[in-house]
T-cell receptor
Framework: TQLLEQSPQFLSIQEGENLTVYCNSS?????LQWYRQEPGEGPVLLVT?????EVKKLKRLTFQFGDARKDSSLHITAAQPGDTGLYLCAGSGGSYIPTFGRGTSLIVHP | EAQVTQNPRYLITVTGKKLTVTCSQNMNHEYMSWYRQDPGLGLRQIYYSMNVEVTDKGDVPEGYKVSRKEKRNFPLILESPSPNQTSLYFC?????????????FGEGSWLTVV
């Protein structure tokens, strides 16, 4: 199983601050996805990146796939309380089994 | 509405009493999977199925069984539950098992084994 390390594990910030979450591996992935899980619900897909160096933006969220396709980052600008949740990265390599990181738990205080 | 439905959502049971958590998807997806989520350990895959009658072990299959007799259903069976199977369980599906496919998750089933 390919391993995905996410950092930080926990993040508690004030509304309006910026933050970056990292997802790293020693393995190469053909695609990498970011999911957000809110309390009491299942994870929901935010974005899929497939090309090394690719950058995708979703409103205040910016996702980047590393050039070597081994890592990814999620940057949130001007965080809001509605961004609170667990952020999970998931990578797919040669096998059909996606690997999930352990997640970054984000709390944004009003 | 496209969805993955799992039942029950909440269950408290006793050690050794067989139970089944049902999962159904209405998107005609080929790939279905079960995960458990535990604090500090993230999502760990229990079993997955690439299509009808095709199932394979994930990372933590011990103590669980699955079946895929129909495309839409993928029940998770705990033949003799133990307290270490207390967890939050998610059923998930995607169009195929290939990389980059969106994984759709159910709302989760909280299971407590006492």
């Amino acid at each position: 199983t390919q391993l995905l390390e996410q950092s930080p594990q926990f993040l508690s910030i004030q509304e309006g601050e910026n933050l970056t979450v990292y997802c790293n591996s020693s393995s190469v992935f053909s695609s990498l996805q970011w999911y957000r899980q809110e309390p009491g619900e299942g994870p929901v897909l935010l974005v899929t990146v497939v090309t090394g160096g690719e950058v995708k933006k979703l409103k205040r969220l910016t996702f980047q796939f590393g050039d070597a396709r081994k890592d990814s980052s999620l940057h949130i600008t001007a965080a809001q309380p509605g961004d609170t949740g667990l952020y999970l990265c998931a990578g797919s390599g040669g096998s059909y089994i996606p690997t999930f990181g352990r997640g970054t738990s984000l709390i944004v205080h009003p | 509405e496209a969805q993955v439905t799992q039942n029950p959502r909440y269950l408290i049971t006793v050690t050794g009493k067989k139970l089944t958590v049902t999962c159904s998807q209405n998107m005609n997806h080929e790939y279905m999977s079960w995960y458990r989520q535990d604090p500090g350990l993230g999502l760990r895959q229990i079993y997955y199925s690439m299509n009808v009658e095709v199932t394979d072990k994930g990372d933590v299959p011990e103590g669980y069984k699955v079946s895929r007799k129909e495309k839409r259903n993928f029940p998770l069976i705990l033949e003799s539950p133990s307290p270490n199977q207390t967890s939050l369980y998610f059923c998930a599906s995607s169009l195929t098992g290939g990389p980059g496919n969106t994984i759709y998750f159910g709302e989760g089933s909280w299971l407590t084994v006492v």
